[in-house]
Every structure is written in C-alpha cells, then in structure tokens.
C-alpha cells in the first residue's frame, strides 16, 4: 500500500511541479489547474498560473476566493479525475512511474485532518470544524481512487494499444 507521497511516490501530489492543461491553459502542476478550476473569472484563474506563487500561497489565495456557483464535491471530485488523467497522459515518465505501481492500494493519509480526499492519520487531535471523532472514522481517500482509476484506465489503453 502506498500512502506517503514524498520520495520515491512524490509524483503522486498533486503539487508536484508538471504540466497540466485546465480549461485550454496550461499550468505548472495538477493542485494549481485544481485551484484554478474552482473559479469562473479569468482574473482569479490566472492568479494559479503564477510560477512564482508557491503552492502554500495559492491554498491560502483559493480558501478567500468566491468559488464558482455551479462548484459542488461531485464537480470537484469530476474535474479532478480529469486534471489528474492530463497530468498522467501527458507525461510519458509519470504515465510510466504511475503503471509501475500496478495493483497497489493508493491512499492519500495526512495529519491534518482532511477526510474528503484522503485519510487524516492523526487519530487524537480534533477534526474538521472542532469534531473531536472526525479522524478517528476513515477518511473517504477520493484522491487515492481517483489516481487508482486513472492508473487501470492507462494501463487498459497500453494493453489495447
């Protein structure tokens, strides 16, 4: 199973510095398109293009933005699926370093209490809004099947090919 995203899995971040297309415009990692996508204005998109604005800032940037009317978690989770099949699809080394993963069990565990998109490991501290259980229950690890799904869709189209 792999559930740490640093060293030999750090390509698996969505930070992780790649070209990825969002929408026609490219951007300099799949985090970045994500923020960006969250957003109508072009003006707000744009700010995510900024090569100079490290990741930390635009997390920040995106938290006090007014996300687009139409943003839901079933939008979010669609549109991550696709930044993260361009992420993959677009570059041959990473297309290959996610294959060589094969069947192994993707989780996306963090200790800061993020239960969305991954899996908060922390198991004492207090959750999401104060919740004092919100880590002790699994998180959802929609990031981990997203990369999963993506991982069997190029691997189906290699075999095909």
Request: hydrophobic letters at 40%.
């Amino acid at each position: 199973m792999i559930t740490k995203f640093k060293g030999k899995y750090d390509f698996l971040d969505p930070a992780y510095y790649c070209l990825v297309e969002y929408d026609g415009v490219i951007y300099n990692s799949a985090e970045a398109a994500f923020l960006a996508s969250q957003y109508d204005a072009p003006y707000f998109r744009s700010m995510f293009r900024d090569t100079a604005l490290p990741i930390w800032r635009a997390r920040e940037l995106a938290r006090r933005l007014q996300k687009r009317r139409d943003w839901t978690p079933e939008l979010s989770l669609e549109l991550m699926r696709q930044i993260t099949l361009d992420k993959f699809s677009r570059s041959p080394n990473l297309r290959f370093l996610l294959l060589v993963t094969r069947h192994e069990r993707i989780v996306a565990e963090n200790n800061w209490h993020e239960q969305f998109w991954g899996r908060c490991i922390c198991n004492t501290r207090p959750g999401k809004y104060g919740r004092k259980d919100a880590c002790l229950v699994p998180g959802s690890n929609r990031l981990g099947k997203i990369l999963m799904s993506v991982r069997d869709q190029l691997a189906s189209e290699a075999q095909a090919a």
